[in-house]
Structure formats: C-alpha cells, structure tokens
C-alpha cells in the first residue's frame, strides 16, 4: 500500500486541547488561572519598554539630540563689509588685530566670509576664507595671506 496525503495524522500526543482557564473560582483553572497571584507574570499587558522599575532608557538619554564632535573645528566669523568698516587702506588683518579690537572672539580660529563689498586694498592673514571673500578682497587690490 502506498502513503498518500489524506493517510498522514500528527504522532500521538502531538496536538492536545487548549487548556480553557479562568472559569470562575471554583474549577482548577479558575481565579488567578494558573498565574499565581501579582507580580509581572500575573498581568496581561507590561510595556515593553518597562526595565523591571529602573529608570528607563528613553529618561536616562540627554534631552537634545545628535552628539558634539569634540574635533568639529568653530570658526570666529567676520564679513568683508565689517573689515570695510573697520580698517583704512593698505591696512593688515591678522587674528590678534580683530581680537584686539573686539571683532572677533579669542582662541578661536577666524574665517572671513564674503558679505558685503570691499573696496580698499587689504592684507588679510587668518586662518580661513571663502572663495567668495578671496574674490572680493582680490579685486579690491588686496592679497589673502
């Protein structure tokens, strides 16, 4: 005889009821149905984000997001229109000068960006500058150090 589909059947033992509990307080699985009594076990719904009452993951992270990278460099700014403003014709522009003069904030490095005109010839010596400031301090007949 050869086996066919409908001739196969799980091995004995190998599919049993559901146990139907909670069915009043007086049957087996009655009242706590087999749950014991409190404590997590006993209860149908723990969050799960819920770490045993210790307080959370999500309370113990800082508030605000992202991360510093202590190796971001952070610029002291300045524009060519207040370098305009500041300075006389055929003056230099170095770091202790704007800081000196309140321009720019000390220990930090200082890139001039490229807001503004300029129309004086200036020698600028600092430690960054757009392409737009070069251009601009360029064409005044200055030089970018």
Not at 80 to 85: C, D, G, N
Not at 128 to 134: D, G, K, L, M, S
Request: hydrophobic fraction near 35%.
């Amino acid at each position: 005889m050869t086996i066919k589909l409908h001739h196969l059947k799980p091995t004995e033992g190998a599919k049993t009821e559901r146990k139907r509990v909670a069915r009043g307080d007086r049957g087996r699985g009655g009242k706590t149905a087999g749950r014991g009594t409190k404590g997590t076990g006993a209860r149908g719904t723990v969050p799960e984000n819920f770490e045993g009452g210790q307080v959370p993951l999500v309370r113990r992270q800082p508030k605000r997001p992202g991360f510093n990278n202590p190796n971001k460099v952070v610029f002291a700014v300045i524009n060519v229109s207040r370098l305009e403003e500041a300075f006389e014709a055929d003056d230099e522009v170095t770091v202790e000068i704007l800081a000196s003069r309140g321009l720019v904030k000390k220990k930090r490095p200082v890139k001039v960006l490229g807001h503004g005109e300029l129309s004086k010839p200036l020698t600028v010596a600092v430690d960054a500058v757009t392409a737009t400031a070069r251009e601009k301090i360029t064409a005044a007949g200055g030089t970018v150090v």
